[in-house]
């Protein structure tokens, strides 16, 4: 197949192909410590309380000042506070742009709304069993961009399935038939990989492997947010464009093709 990428980019699709996953700094970390002063203001407007001097110990602590019979609501209004702003995309997107753009394209549809996640320390109420996204009607040609707003490590961040291990789990997939996602996940437990994300990197991962959280077992509180990037042009699935995606990154040549009217009478 020809093979016209630089000799960088063929590095990184390789290391991603092998891993499912890359780690690396926030390519835009003003945009990225914006997104996290505006999830703390909006925090600290919800709890009537004074702006911290440390946004990290803030954000690490909040199971100190949220309970978990209210985390939801906690979290549903810093979601919408989030999304209200119409930078807020944009500077999500500039954080991995240059990645998204290697291993996705450069012609992008990106998720409508970005999503955030807390969970506290010992909460049960916050977990993601394990699953691949695809199960659910994701399109393979998907690739979620995590991005955490404190360190995340252990317990405290994700796991994900590498490759290898995934394709022997997809072979033998029909025997869990009338079994539950806790059976899979003790079967495959040896093989995880639980990635570690300090504040100020991002996770680009295919969400065709499997992946979830477990119970946070560590002293601090996770936050953590993510979003799905496609190609505009490659297939969809439940999740359609205009519904779930929309285009960011459209060049000349498409615009000028999705509006291309043929002449009254014309015939090929």
Known sequence: MTNFLSADEQA????????????????????????????????????????????DTFLNGIGERVPVDRLNDFRLHQIGRLNAEPWARAAYFAAARRTLETLVGNELAMQRRLNLSIQLSGDDSSLLPVHADVWSGDSPFELVLWIP???????????????????????????????????????????????????GHFLLFNQ??????????????????NCRFKGVFTPYADKRLGEFFEPVTLRAASRLGMAYDYPTGFKE
């Not at 690396?24 to 925090?43: G, K, Q």
């Not at 405290?156 to 869990?176: D, H, N, T, V």
């Open 208 to 225: 065709n492997l499997p992946h979830g959280n477990r119970v946070n077992q560590e002293p601090e509180a996770r936050w953590s947010m």
């Open 12 to 55: 990184l699709t390789r290391r991603f192909m092998e891993t499912g996953h890359i780690i690396a700094p926030a390519e835009d970390r003003a945009a990225l410590d914006r997104i996290r002063d505006l999830l703390v203001r909006s925090a600290c407007e919800w709890l009537d309380c004074p702006p911290p001097a440390d946004p």
């Open 149 to 199: 707003l404190v360190d995340c490590y252990r317990t405290k961040s994700m796991y994900l399935l590498p490759p290898g291990p995934s394709r022997a789990l997809q072979e033998r997939m029909a025997g869990y038939t009338g079994r539950n996602t806790d059976d899979i996940y003790q079967d495959i437990e040896p093989d995880l990989l639980w990635l570690d994300i300090p504040y």
